[in-house]
């Protein structure tokens, strides 16, 4: 049994920071790949940032220059500092992590930014 646990989402006014953290717990022997996506009301779940346990990283374009995504492979865990937010920022958003067999999700965490 594999848990992935976030925590870390609120509210927040645009031009604001926020930091997403997650840890993936339970019977997982390497995780290699981990990250966030995000899905707002009435759109589809789209790739945030993801990094790898050798630290390469991918943003989705729409993050550049605003997010920033950290990972501690001793606590199996991933962190989102998302600066500069936007009201189009608003989304739940779910921490990601594979085995590179599985892919393992958490149950999200909401994000509004909002003034």
């Known amino acids: 049994q594999v848990h992935v646990a976030e925590s870390g989402g609120g509210l927040v006014q645009p031009g604001g920071s926020l930091t997403l953290s997650c840890v993936v717990s339970?019977?997982?022997?390497?995780?290699?790949?981990m990250g966030w996506y995000r899905q707002a009301p009435g759109k589809g779940r789209e790739m945030v940032a993801l990094?790898?346990?050798?630290?390469?990283?991918n943003y989705a374009i729409f993050v550049k220059g605003r997010f920033t995504i950290s990972r501690d492979n001793n606590k199996n865990m991933v962190e989102l500092q998302m600066n500069s937010l936007k009201p189009e920022d608003t989304a739940v958003y779910y921490c990601?992590?594979?085995?590179?067999?599985?892919?393992?999700w958490g149950p999200g965490t909401q994000v509004t930014v909002s003034s």
């Open positions: 990601y992590a594979d085995d590179r067999v599985e892919p393992y």
């Open positions: 339970g019977s997982i022997f390497s995780i290699h790949a």
């Open positions: 990094i790898t346990s050798g630290g390469g990283t």
